[in-house]
């Protein structure tokens, strides 16, 4: 092979690696949401109602206690687990019981969830039960939204303000 | 995966190989290369990235910002440098990969070699990351998709409690800490675990490739400055994590496992790089493999040289202080460490012992391989030649990775296939041509650059060419001596270089009755075609 046909034959083989990286770098271009879609997600981290009252230690307890350990009250630790349920337009599309974290289930419960919705006008509920000790859902929330098209509403709970926060 | 299979799966690889073997020469071929090229490319990624960071500014606003400014206000050098950084660490995944998948094809991971491969599997990690972790850093949209996808997929580790992904939830959960993170994990931490994890990749290699031929970095360097030129690097609009980003342009050579993990779940993403990693890890034992012995030292040959020590590709020979009968210290003498030995034959090759000019009968040498004798090597040249009749009369040296030296067999033409050409003695090929048993050497193997136990044919050309010992005597006609590596697609160029040998000795009266007349006719003549040597 002549020095020119190798020189060119380089070209042609550099030209083609680069080719393949120019083109993979970028393309092809990949759709992660469709134009007339919107997202919405559940996320929170709250803290559920403990399961058991606090009781008063009698005499014949508290002397069996280590002296470092002798506080009057005793108090479980373990908290309720969340009931959550999202409905969209009166249809439900998504509910599950949350488990409190930690060995102890004394921890936070956490969510986050996203959900795909088409653009446009929406009713939404949302609904929490954070105490196993009564009936019912503690927290509802319905509301109307308008989703733009690729808009992110995000539902969050604030345990400040005890109530749903809707973020846009 | 059994051998005929192998050869089949790399035969289009093997055809691309090929290709570039032409254009760039053998011995400059990128494919033989591919380790150094990378190496060479985080070179470029290093330096391109050194000249991003002076203007990166760490923070959620002004990241953004400052590539922005450095891509379109000096994109003559800013803009370059960032198009380098970005294609330099393409090119580096696509030449590992070419480097991984060619391994695997030539059967190049197993035995002594698993170290090399186990240690390179983290390598594919910390690459991975890094260039996860350089798309964080520009904030844009595409960034805030790497975000949410990197902390949903470490959300589904089942020790995190609290999800990462709320931390992008809104543009005020938002924190600059995040960048100091990633940068730090950009600039410093994977790039350090990433120079330490190749030097224990090359660790057990002799003298490895570390750097690829000057032309081929400068062609390298040129083609990505080209590529920045024609098609920069640039962003996409700024994150703002109130939207969800819709249509991105994804860099698929680091990028393809977060719509995977769209399409799925990030358990299954977790599930499939579990699984290929562990799978690829364990490649050098699946299945076990049936070991060829390791050469043997035969002590009582041994003269301590070294030159087996020199030569050996893999580091398995040491040499020791040889204690004699009466406790005294009084040569070195060579030790084969079995667990790193590949049984090449290349320390037979470089044994001064191993010549049948010594008298010493039975033929013996200082180290040989137990499967591939010198004494078989012997038996089988005499063997061979013995049939071949007709003048001029060549003996063929070839290996069992090159072109199947069966297939070059014809009228006087004796073919030995060796495990590797390095195991070949230069005073065989001397032995060869004395007394008319030969009227030629024609010596073939792997391309050049590309032996299957990486140095084998260089060994041979320095030795024949006397620049290495032990040295093909200055005194054999050179002529009568071919050395062609070759691609196994070439055994019909072979066969017609072979063709064309057997005519320059015919025509140069070699073949006729008088050797040693013939030797001083022929000392200092060259054929055309072929490296003489």
């Known amino acids: 092979m002549s020095n020119g046909m190798k020189f060119a034959g380089q070209v042609v083989a550099y030209a083609v690696f680069m080719a393949l990286i120019g083109y993979l770098s970028t393309s092809p271009a990949y759709t992660h949401l469709a134009d007339d879609k919107a997202m919405i997600k559940l996320s929170f981290a709250h803290y559920g109602k403990t399961v058991g009252e606090c009781r008063e230690r009698t005499p014949e307890e508290l002397a069996r206690l280590p002296p470092n350990m002798r506080t009057p009250m005793d108090c479980p630790r373990e908290r309720s687990p969340i009931t959550i349920e999202l409905d969209l337009n009166g249809e439900p599309v998504f509910a599950t019981v949350l488990r409190p974290s930690g060995l102890s289930r004394d921890g936070m419960a956490y969510i986050y969830e996203g959900f795909e919705v088409p653009a446009g006008r929406h009713e939404l509920e949302v609904r929490m039960r954070d105490d196993v000790t009564t009936e019912g859902f503690d927290h509802v929330k319905t509301v109307q939204v308008e989703l733009e098209p690729a808009h992110l509403l995000v539902i969050d709970f604030r345990a400040e303000r005890n109530a749903f926060m809707l973020s846009r | ?90 090119a580096a995944v696509v030449a590992i990969l070419l480097h991984v998948a060619r391994e695997f094809l030539r059967n190049r991971y197993r035995g002594p070699r698993w170290y090399s491969w186990f240690t390179g599997v983290p390598l594919l990690w910390m690459l991975t990351l890094l260039g996860i972790t350089g798309y964080w850093l520009v904030w844009d949209e595409l960034a805030q998709y790497i975000a949410i996808g990197s902390a949903e997929l470490l959300d589904a580790i089942p020790i995190f409690t609290d999800p990462m992904a709320r931390n992008f939830l809104t543009n005020e959960a938002l924190s600059d800490r995040f960048f100091t993170l990633m940068a730090f994990l950009h600039l410093l931490g994977i790039p350090i675990f990433l120079i330490l994890g190749i030097w224990f990749h090359v660790l057990r290699v002799v003298n490895p490739k570390i750097n690829p031929p000057r032309s081929v970095m400068a062609g390298t360097l040129i083609a990505l400055l080209a590529l920045s030129l024609v098609k920069p690097a640039v962003s996409h609009e700024f994150a703002d994590l109130g939207m969800v980003p819709t249509r991105l342009n994804l860099d698929w050579f680091y990028l393809a496992i977060y719509p995977v993990m769209d399409l799925t779940s990030p358990q299954f993403v977790w599930g499939l790089l579990a699984v290929g990693t562990v ?62 030995c590949v049984s090449c034959g290349i320390c037979t090759g470089s044994c001064p012992q191993a010549t049948p000019f010594r008298k010493h009968d039975p033929l013996a040498t200082a180290i040989d391989l137990p499967q591939f004798s010198l004494r078989h090597l012997y038996a089988t040249v005499e063997d061979n030649l013995s049939k071949a009749e007709e003048r001029p009369r060549i003996v063929v040296y070839g290996c069992d990775h090159g072109v199947a030296v069966e297939t070059l067999d014809m009228p006087g033409v004796a073919t030995v296939s060796l495990p590797c050409t390095g195991l070949l003695p230069p005073s065989t090929i001397e032995y060869n041509l004395r007394e008319e048993r030969a009227d030629g050497v024609f010596i073939t193997g792997c391309c050049s650059g590309d032996c299957q136990y990486r140095t084998g044919n260089t060994l041979v050309e320095e030795r024949i060419e006397g620049k290495r010992e032990p040295r093909l005597r200055a005194r054999v006609d050179r002529s009568r001596i071919r050395v062609r590596w070759a691609s196994v697609n070439e055994a019909r160029t072979l066969r017609s270089e072979i063709q064309a040998f057997a005519n320059d000795l015919k025509a140069s009266s070699v073949g006729g009755p008088s050797d040693d007349a013939q030797s001083k006719q022929a000392t200092g003549r060259q054929a055309a075609g072929g490296d003489h040597v």
Request: glycine share 6%; net charge negative.
């Open chain 2, 1 to 90: 995966m059994s051998n005929p299979l192998r050869n089949l799966a790399y035969r289009p690889l093997r055809r691309v190989e090929d290709w570039y073997g032409y254009a760039f020469g053998q011995d400059q071929n990128p494919f033989t290369y591919l380790g150094a090229i990378t190496i060479y490319l985080f070179w470029i990624i290093l330096v391109s990235g050194l000249y991003l960071f002076i203007f990166f500014e760490m923070n959620v606003t002004g990241a953004y910002h400052s590539v922005e400014w450095l891509t379109h206000e000096q994109w003559y050098l800013g803009g370059v440098m960032r198009s380098l950084h970005r294609y330099a660490s393409d």
């Open chain 2, 279 to 340: 799978l690829l890890a364990a490649l050098p034992w699946l299945p076990p493999e049936k070991k060829q012995p390791a050469a043997e030292v035969h002590l009582s040959q041994c003269s301590g040289c070294t030159f087996c020590a020199l030569d050996c590709p893999y580091g398995a020979i040491t040499l020791v202080d040889h204690i004699s009968e009466d406790k005294k210290r009084s040569h070195k003498e060579a030790v084969v460490d079995p667990s790193m």
